[in-house]
């Protein structure tokens, strides 16, 4: 008997006990990925964190991304982005609302270290143009406080 033949005909309940198993290890005949289309989206997101738990699974997190619901990639892109990174494989599974919030979280931090060009195709125009006056008016005064720093030297 192969689970895998199994998968499209389980209901939920069934779909839970196999990720249970492959959880705690007891399922070990089945691929994670092999699962995805048939798991509901909180068993994908089990699923996705089991993976990020145990790298020598060799799990591509991006292999779920298709999978996970939207509530749940914006939670994972924006918990990236306050410790100071962009998880460029959630970008184009992330909504429009969260991206904003990476430009907002510029807007109110120009200094940040965070690198946002790779976000400029998935952004709304208005974003973009956000982001550019930011980065202008940023500069300028930057460039302000630096004329007027050499100044208070001489």
Same mark, same amino acid.
């Given at each position: 008997m192969k689970i895998a033949n199994m998968l499209p005909f389980l209901d939920d309940e069934g779909m839970q006990q196999i990720v249970d198993g492959i959880v +705690?290890?007891?399922? /070990? +005949? $089945? @691929?994670? /990925?092999?699962l995805l289309p048939f798991a509901n989206e909180q068993q994908v997101g089990q699923l996705y964190k089991f993976s990020l738990a145990h790298p020598e699974k060799n799990i591509s997190p991006s292999s779920f991304l298709p999978f996970l619901g939207d509530v749940f990639v914006d939670d994972e892109f924006l918990k990236e982005l306050d410790e100071g990174r962009i998880a460029k494989a959630l970008i184009p599974f $992330? @909504? +429009?609302k969260a991206l904003h919030r990476a430009v907002e979280a510029y807007v109110q931090n120009p200094d940040m270290e965070i690198d946002l060009d790779c976000l400029y195709p998935f952004l709304d125009d208005k974003d973009v143009t956000l982001l550019l006056k930011t980065y202008l008016s940023h500069k300028k005064s930057k460039v302000a406080t630096d004329t007027t720093d050499d100044s208070a030297n001489d």
């Open positions: +705690d290890g007891t399922i /070990t +005949d $089945v @691929s994670v /990925t092999s $992330v @909504s +429009d």
